[in-house]
T-cell receptor, first 113, second 111 residues
Framework: NAGVTQTPKFQVLKTGQSMTLQCAQDMNHEYMSWYRQDPGMGLRLIHYSVGAGITDQGEVPNGYNVSRSTTEDFPLRLLSAAPSQTSVYFC????????????FGDGTRLSIL | GENVEQHPSTLSVQEGDSAVIKCTYSDSASNYFPWYKQELGKRPQLIIDIRSNVGEKKDQRIAVTLNKTAKHFSLHITETQPEDSAVYFCGGGGSNYKLTFGKGTLLTVNP
């Protein structure tokens, strides 16, 4: 049982490039979410999904797209990277968002030059 | 939406002392309040959580209290040890699929 797996762990991009951050969980959790973590800002919700085929925006969705074709996978796409998207990205999953702890992945450290 | 404020942003204590971190929330419908510990370069990990039908919860040296009327909850760590040094985050939510986090408290326990 690997829990929540994120790839890659580190990535450097140039402004304007696109990339996909991968997130997979093997706990059969319905609810998955993406957060970004910036110094002094805590964890801010980007997008979330309550099940396969269902996604919604969080607090800071601009510049990011998501899809949820399977229960296991929840990729985050940056279509045209900007320096403001330099951050640490965490994926999390939980069986239900109503009163259950979230399980975080190890994070992806992304730098946009 | 929910707004969670956390204080203090930094806290320094001597080993063996107690540490208290406080959070307030805005949405009276929120019913789930977790606390996460994050060591440098690592993932956030749940240390304790409380639901709105409970006023206090303890787990060894860690306790959380919740005051629904005042919309605030606190993390208490007793007999602090150097390995307690980390960033602690509070969270609030559970009513609308979203969990909102405070900005974090950097706790330093000095030997």
């Amino acid at each position: 049982n690997a829990g929540v797996t994120q790839t890659p762990k580190f990535q450097v991009l140039k402004t304007g490039q696109s990339m996909t951050l991968q997130c997979a969980q093997d706990m059969n959790h319905e609810y998955m979410s993406w957060y970004r973590q910036d110094p002094g800002m805590g964890l801010r919700l980007i997008h979330y999904s309550v099940g396969a085929g269902i996604t919604d925006q969080g607090e800071v969705p601009n510049g990011y797209n998501v899809s949820r074709s399977t229960t296991e996978d929840f990729p985050l796409r940056l279509l045209s990277a900007a320096p403001s998207q330099t951050s640490v990205y965490f994926c999390a999953s939980t069986p239900t968002p109503h009163g259950q702890p979230q399980h975080f992945g190890d994070g992806t450290r992304l730098s946009i030059l | 939406g929910e707004n969670v404020e956390q204080h203090p942003s930094t806290l320094s204590v001597q080993e063996g002392d107690s540490a208290v971190i406080k959070c307030t929330y805005s949405d009276s419908a929120s019913n789930y309040f977790p606390w996460y510990k994050q060591e440098l370069g690592k993932r956030p990990q749940l240390i304790i959580d409380i639901r709105s039908n409970v006023g206090e919860k303890k787990d060894q040296r860690i306790a959380v209290t919740l005051n629904k009327t005042a919309k605030h909850f606190s993390l208490h760590i007793t007999e602090t040890q150097p390995e307690d040094s980390a960033v602690y985050f509070c969270g609030g939510g559970g009513s609308n699929y979203k969990l909102t986090f405070g900005k974090g408290t950097l706790l330093t326990v000095n030997p």
